[in-house]
């Protein structure tokens, strides 16, 4: 009996050195695993020198579109914050105070109006200038189905069409959507990695923007959505107030455009009815006497016919 005790306490000593030798083990892996973490380049906070934050939200009654919207821009901007719907009814000044509660100081403000009109305010918080659009055909990234893609969080490049830098209004909206759309470097929610480009082009009095993954080194391009254009309203030099400092001439209302056309559908009943009577006065009641020389010729067939 002694004998087996004897073994069995030396068996347990050999199970207790491999333990440890395997606990040593794992922590000299583990030391290596940090060592090599450490060694690699790290983002450090003190290189974060552009400290852009933006507020992305909505007001209620907005379309699902909008609410889309503001999902796809958060995915692809990671320096963006949010918060709950915002009362119609409510001042608009008071997004200013929401935006500074949040630590943020640019804001991107989407408004719904009638269940089918989206606006979107970009402002500059709290100085200003402020900048109002109208939002049309708006296709987010789950129903368009690129074959694109890009890494989550990365940074983009913005592209500008050469029409931001013919007229003092465009460079400012130039200058407005780089702060805002830009995610600066070496932020902390950020990839270092630059793999899509954010595309702002001016056509047809709207602004097109597109969104495009870098596939091949050679700039080789393939969209991946959203897709939207931005109708430019008016610019305010405050933050959602202020002396106006542009007014678009040619933006009408999407409110006027439904007023035309409503009318423009209502008048063709006015123009029908307008054009018989015209046709009924243009008609004479006057008759002709017939000459009789106009039956000599006429054949005999001809007259019982």
Wanted: glycine fraction near 4%; charge should be positive; aromatic fraction near 8%.
């Amino acid at each position: 009996m002694a004998v087996q005790r004897k073994r069995k306490s030396k068996m347990s000593r050999k199970a207790k050195v491999r333990k440890l030798n395997g606990e040593n083990k794992v922590e000299n892996e583990e030391e290596q695993v940090t060592n090599e973490l450490t060694d690699m380049p790290t983002v450090s906070k003190k290189r974060w020198t552009n400290k852009q934050r933006v507020l992305i939200f909505t007001s209620r009654g907005i379309t699902y579109k909008g609410r889309h919207l503001v999902k796809d821009l958060r995915n692809l901007m990671p320096h963006t914050k949010t918060d709950v719907k915002m009362d119609r009814k409510s001042d608009l000044l008071m997004v200013n105070e929401i935006a500074e509660i949040k630590n943020c100081n640019k804001c991107v403000f989407l408004v719904g109006k009638k269940k089918r009109d989206v606006y979107m305010w970009v402002s500059n918080v709290p100085h200003g200038p402020s900048a109002l659009f109208h939002m049309e055909y708006l296709n987010m990234m789950d129903e368009l189905k690129f074959t694109g893609n890009c890494l989550t969080s990365s940074r983009p490049i913005l592209s500008f069409d050469e029409n931001f830098d013919t007229t003092p209004h465009m460079q400012l909206l130039k200058e407005l959507f780089i702060q805002v759309f830009g995610t600066p470097n070496y932020h902390p929610k950020s990839q270092p990695f630059v793999d899509h480009v954010f595309n702002f082009s001016q056509r047809d009095g709207k602004i097109w923007f597109r969104n495009y993954q870098i596939v091949e080194e050679n700039g080789d391009l393939v969209e991946i959505g959203p897709r939207f254009t931005m109708t430019l309203a008016r610019i305010l030099s405050g933050s959602f107030g202020g002396p106006v400092l542009y007014i678009n001439p040619d933006y009408k209302s999407p409110n006027l455009i439904r007023h035309l056309q409503g009318k423009k559908g209502s008048t063709k009943y006015v123009d029908k009815q307008a054009a018989i009577t015209r046709r009924r006065m243009e008609k004479t009641d006057k008759t002709f006497a017939t000459d009789e020389t106009d039956l000599l010729f006429t054949t005999s067939a001809e007259t019982k016919t």
